[in-house]
């Protein structure tokens, strides 16, 4: 991102497959967000989130390690740090539809998920003014009613 554009948020990413996950930090990136560093690890990932405290984190259900992306975000969802799940499992994100804002499925292509990140921010936000995408499931509203981390 330029150094004279502003952020529109700060995004955490934690996924398993790392080249999905550096494609999808290039893209959003390019779309104007800060990404924190790329991690597979729920300890890691907790680490960051503590530190840094992102708008919104993009989770994997399956991490490396046997780590479980809905503990995960059960745990982040504990800070104040809204979730969006990713996984090749509808069945499973929507079971964990109390931990999270929102699911996407695998698989989906980089600028779909742009296009979520940025409805789900100005959603958290209070400005809906996007449509909501098609393949971006929406869980309750509870979680919107969060105080967002700005």
């Not at 955490?12 to 494609?23: F, G, P, R, T």
């Not at 503590?50 to 046997?66: K, M, Q, Y």
């Not at 098609?134 to 919107?144: A, H, P, R, T």
């Amino acid at each position: 991102m330029p150094q004279n554009r502003k952020s529109l948020g700060t995004l955490m990413i934690v996924e398993d497959e790392a080249m999905v996950a550096l494609v999808l930090q290039n893209e959003l990136q390019d779309a104007g967000y800060k990404i924190l560093d790329l991690t597979d690890r729920q300890d890691e990932a907790l680490r960051v989130a503590e530190a840094e405290r992102p708008n919104l984190a993009l989770v994997n259900i399956g991490l490396t390690g046997g780590d479980d992306g809905i503990e995960l975000s059960e745990r982040l969802k504990a800070m104040g740090i809204p979730v969006l799940l990713i996984s090749g499992r509808a069945s499973r994100a929507r079971s964990a539809k109390t931990v999270a804002i929102g699911s996407m499925p695998k698989p989906y292509h980089a600028s779909e998920m742009v296009v979520a990140v940025a409805y789900l921010l100005s959603r958290l936000s209070g400005y809906l003014t996007l449509p909501r995408p098609d393949q971006l499931e929406v869980f309750d509203d509870e979680g919107f009613n969060m105080a967002t981390n700005s």
